[in-house]
């Protein structure tokens, strides 16, 4: 399973996963280099940053807002 770091509370990180449902996770199990619009891998209880997949939708925003300001 897929999320997003939307944020972090106090000891936790707030996930947003694939189907839009938001998860809190203690900030202790995910990796300490991650930060907010991070992607993440959730596998049981295995957290690890997908670099590829922030790196791809980071791209696509980009592509985004270019296209915004051409219009």
Known sequence: MKGIIDRF??????IE???????N?????????AKEGDVINIEGDIIT???????????EID????DMWKE
Do not use: G, S
Not at 9 to 14: D, L, P, T, V, Y
Not at 17 to 23: A, G, S
Not at 25 to 33: E, M, V
């Open 9 to 14: 509370e106090e000891n936790f990180a707030i």
């Open 63 to 66: 592509e985004l807002t270019e």
């Open 49 to 59: 940053l997908n670099e590829k997949e922030r790196e791809r939708l980071k791209k």
């Open 17 to 23: 996963l694939e189907d839009k449902k938001m998860i």
């Open 25 to 33: 996770i203690d900030k202790n199990i995910i990796p300490k280099k």
